[in-house]
């Protein structure tokens, strides 16, 4: 199993930055993928950004590429969500996942291919 918590979230202006730090635990073999989710009130869990541990392969969702960048740093088994250019449409809890299986491309983006969550971290994006 793997165990996720999430940090870095808060409150900015839009236009601001935010990193969202994932640290993660347990099982190797439980996060071969990582991936970031976001969840507004009265809408669906959304894919934003994922890759694959074991390779540098990164993917976003439309809506935040060339604004966020994920990373990872395997030493402190810590993924990352640099969150630049902040727009209030950015706002939701966004959550930290990961995956048993290798994914690449838009399957990075899809909450049914994870296992394991975090409890989430609030960011509030003001106009």
């Known amino acids: 199993q793997a165990q996720l918590v999430e940090s870095g979230g808060g409150s900015v202006q839009a236009g601001g930055s935010l990193r969202l730090s994932c640290a993660a635990s347990?099982?190797?073999?439980?996060?071969?993928?990582m991936g970031w989710f976001r969840q507004s009130p009265g809408k669906e869990r959304e894919g934003v950004a994922g890759?694959?541990?074991?390779?540098?392969?990164?993917y976003y969702a439309d809506a935040v590429k060339g604004r966020f960048t994920i990373s990872q740093d395997n030493a402190n088994d810590t993924v990352y969500l640099q969150m630049n250019k902040l727009k209030p449409e950015d706002t939701a809890m966004y959550y930290c996942?990961?995956?048993?299986?290798?994914?690449?491309?838009?399957?990075?983006?899809?909450?049914?291919?994870?296992?394991?969550w975090g409890q989430g971290t609030q960011v509030t994006v003001s106009s």
């Open positions: 347990g099982n190797t073999y439980s996060r071969r993928s």
């Open positions: 890759l694959y541990t074991g390779y540098n392969n990164p």
């Open positions: 996942a990961s995956s048993r299986i290798w994914l690449a491309g838009p399957s990075l983006l899809r909450p049914g291919n994870y296992d394991y």
